[in-house]
């Protein structure tokens, strides 16, 4: 951190005649536009045309109270320069021309904040960087969207210049920009971005850049169509790239060298995208243009186009709406859960965390390899290029993952656990995705780790996430119109996160104010037992067992959760695989869903069926001895079906619809 007396006479007249001779200063800000607010920009303008940006750096710096005049983001313009007018442009790839500098979108802070240019390295402005002045500011716009004035910012930089003002921009969502004049002071008015604010300079001829669609399927042939604004007085020649990270030139064919003859202000090309047989899963191409003369301006370079894999795959077992039982079989040793044997209450706890625990073996993952996991662990198995939306119950493109503000359409990581009622939050190094291989040791006692423990984070619309907030469950019971699948799932990570993390409780009713506890106790039993786990829960248990090296034993052992919270506590732990139930695949319910019969295969001895509510209510009981098909005339949701048969009972789940 860098401390520079506001007060020292001498520092504020060398300061002042840097400002009156600045190269480069901030010519316009947008910082709140209408709508979803993507349109942010900021615009540089220098004394010389075709200005070097090399060695200066663009900060932005938060004013409120929590921000307390810190940096939270970055510029490096190195390899940049102002364009023929004097003018850069850093916007979003929304921006309208297209910007020189392409950041995303939303992530320009409305005020009151500030931004600043300094002569300087980026790696001097880390993220909780207190604002300074010294000889490397170059210029500085203090600004705000109706908000008071912080008077701590304008303190800081009245050592740059002493009657530096917050400038106001407008509204929520206004349709205004700051712009300055040339004098040096500011107004606000309709944005021009990447022209001069008085209206001077050369006219530039814009090229725009249309598809017709935003995504195209493999295989698929697509017109590109580039237009200038007015017909170009001499032949356009100029070329484009379609290449973006594992889309390449083996993906598609076409030409991509064009000319736009003199007079004329179109020019199109088709590619054809290659129909390969490898599931690379859906790709992104990126148009960018290169070789375009001064006097023009690029409207919308760095389009963005979805190119959907049609070789994705299949896997063998359903969806939680559409389950199956026994095809997905555990991946952990033999030996994994010997120790809990003949174990009860306390003592069976302390020994089902030392194996979730295990500081020799258990590794604790960054936040952000949480998100490939999910990619993994959470994938739609009716197409693999999906995850899976557990609230929502249906899949959505990988590729959608919430990187801003826009959350629409969006998935992102549902703590099933919110984070503000375990008290645990990111912690430093939780951005890198750095792999199942580089791990950090973790204990009993890393309640701070439960913030990106897969076995209780799950990928979820972004929408719904937050509607559901910081909820309990209970008070939170899905979206309506949904089948509750997802219940057995969660309640089952919150019992994990119970057992593996000293410090976090589930308890009865909702215990508002009370970090570390969970609610409600009750409701969660009645999500376990109605919702048992399936095919989906066991293969995403075997997958965060191979990054995280533990393993949710309420997945492997159902019955647990009964020794531990429900009916059976103070008994003895025997394992159940030889005692009490028999195995799933010996019965096979079809068709699953069904709409008004079921047929049961495998009964080979007297067996009774039961069929429940998914709250527990006995609908119909009925003593078979062989397969049978039963007429059900039930409302559509999830049903239990229990089939007891010498003394063990499998229990699956049934879907009307």
Request: proline content about 4%; overall charge negative; hydrophobic content about 35%.
């Amino acid at each position: 951190m860098k401390f520079y007396s506001i007060l020292f006479i001498f520092t504020l007249y060398t300061f002042n005649s840097l400002f009156s001779q600045s190269a480069i200063v901030i010519n316009e800000l947008d910082c709140d536009t209408p709508g979803v607010d993507d349109k942010e920009f900021v615009e540089l303008k220098s004394t010389v045309p075709n200005f070097s940006l090399d060695g200066y750096v663009l900060v932005f710096f938060n004013g409120s109270d929590n921000g307390g005049n810190t940096s939270y983001l970055t510029l490096d313009l190195e390899g940049y320069k102002t364009d023929i007018n004097g003018v850069f442009l850093v916007g979003s790839s929304t921006v309208t021309p297209f910007p020189q500098y392409s950041i995303p979108v939303n992530v320009i802070q409305n005020g009151a904040d500030a931004v600043a240019v300094y002569k300087a390295d980026a790696e001097d402005f880390p993220d909780g960087t207190l604002a300074y002045v010294d000889s490397t500011l170059i210029d500085v716009l203090l600004y705000d969207t109706n908000d008071a004035d912080v008077e701590s910012m304008i303190a800081i930089f009245r050592a740059f210049d002493p009657g530096i003002q917050q400038i106001n921009e407008g509204n929520t969502n206004n349709t205004n920009s700051i712009q300055r004049h040339n004098d040096g002071s500011y107004f606000a008015g309709v944005p021009t971005p990447r022209r001069l604010n008085d209206g001077t300079g050369v006219i530039l001829n814009g090229v725009r850049t249309i598809f017709n669609q935003t995504q195209y399927n493999e295989g698929e042939s697509f017109e590109i169509v580039f237009t200038t604004e007015h017909n170009v007085e001499t032949d356009l020649l100029f070329e484009f790239s379609l290449n973006n990270e594992n889309f390449n030139a083996s993906d598609y064919v076409g030409i991509t060298n064009l000319i736009i003859l003199k007079g004329q202000n179109t020019v199109s090309t088709t590619i054809t995208l290659i129909d390969d047989a490898f599931d690379e899963g859906d790709e992104v191409l990126l148009l960018m243009i290169t070789g375009i003369p001064a006097n023009y301006l690029l409207l919308n370079n760095n389009v963005t186009i979805r190119i959907v894999d049609n070789d994705f795959r299949i896997a063998n077992f359903g969806t939680p709406t559409h389950p199956t039982f026994g095809k997905v079989l555990g991946t952990q040793p033999n030996d994994y859960y010997s120790d809990l044997q003949g174990l009860a209450d306390n003592e069976l706890r302390d020994a089902l965390q030392s194996i979730l625990a295990d500081t020799s073996i258990v590794r604790f993952q960054t936040y952000d390899d949480v998100i490939d996991i999910l990619k993994q662990s959470d994938q739609n198995p009716e197409n693999s290029n999906q995850i899976w939306l557990v609230y929502l119950e249906k899949g959505r493109p990988k590729l959608d993952f919430q990187l801003s503000a826009n959350n629409v359409n969006t998935w992102n990581r549902e703590h099933t656990w919110p984070r503000s009622r375990g008290g645990f939050d990111s912690i430093e190094g939780d951005d890198n995705a750095d792999g199942p291989d580089i791990f950090r040791n973790t204990h009993a006692d890393s309640t701070r780790h439960a913030n990106s423990d897969a076995h209780a984070i799950r990928a979820e619309d972004a929408q719904e996430n937050s509607s559901r907030g910081n909820m309990f469950y209970g008070e939170y019971n899905g979206p309506q119109g949904t089948a509750g699948s997802f219940k057995g799932d969660v309640a089952r990570g919150i019992f994990f996160l119970d057992v593996r993390y000293n410090g976090l409780e589930v308890v009865n009713g909702y215990p508002e104010g009370q970090v570390g506890k969970f609610g409600d106790l009750a409701t969660l039993l009645e999500w376990h037992r109605n919702d048992p786990p399936d095919d989906f829960e066991m293969n995403r248990n075997n997958i965060v067992y191979f990054w995280q090296k533990n393993r949710n034993p309420f997945i492997d052992k159902p019955d647990m959760v009964e020794y531990l919270w429900g009916n059976k506590i103070g008994q003895v732990w025997q394992n159940p695989s030889s005692t009490s139930s028999v195995d799933i695949n010996t019965y096979h319910l079809y068709p699953n869903p069904t709409k008004n019969k079921i047929t049961i295969e495998g009964i080979k001895d007297n067996a009774l069926v039961e069929i429940f509510t998914a709250q527990g209510i006995l609908l119909l009981k009925q003593q078979t001895s062989s397969d049978t098909t039963i007429d059900i005339m039930l409302q559509p949701g999830i049903y239990i079906v229990n089939i007891t048969s010498k003394g063990k009972t499998s229990t699956q789940k049934m879907i009307v619809e």
